[in-house]
Nanobody, 118 residues
Framework: QVQLVESGGGDVQPGGSLRLSCAASGFTISAYDMSWYRQAPGKERELVAT????????NYDGSVKGRFTISRDNAKNTLNLQMNSLRPEDTAVYFC???????????WGQGIQVTVSS
């Protein structure tokens, strides 16, 4: 059974750090492009960061570039997002996504809350 499960979210002070993880089962993430998305109340879901299958090429939204780092641990079949220098505007539900680069097959996690407040 294909599944993506996010963990590591919670409440943090501005300027703090969190590390999100997304554990995959039922497929091997090394064969997929992997991404983190986020959605705040009343806002559209937005792409935060992507790490591609080929050469582990990464892309970041301008609002998080330099603060967030996306990575994958293929041995653990897990996607990670290290979030530093967090701001209140980073508050959102964060989702991990896997998409096959050729077939377009996509899988989503259920999402995890990140709240940045003083």
């Amino acid at each position: 059974q294909v599944q993506l499960v996010e963990s590591g979210g919670g409440d943090v002070q501005p300027g703090g750090s969190l590390r999100l993880s997304c554990a995959a089962s039922g497929f091997t993430i090394s064969a997929y492009d992997m991404s983190w998305y986020r959605q705040a109340p009343g806002k559209e879901r937005e792409l935060v960061a992507t790490i591609r299958k080929y050469a582990d090429t990464t892309n970041y939204d301008g609002s998080v570039k330099g603060r967030f780092t996306i990575s994958r641990d293929n041995a653990k079949n897990t996607l990670n997002l290290q979030m530093n220098s967090l701001r209140p505007e980073d508050t959102a539900v964060y989702f991990c996504q896997a998409i096959h680069p050729l077939l377009g097959r996509a899988y989503w996690g259920q999402g995890i809350q990140v709240t940045v407040s003083s």
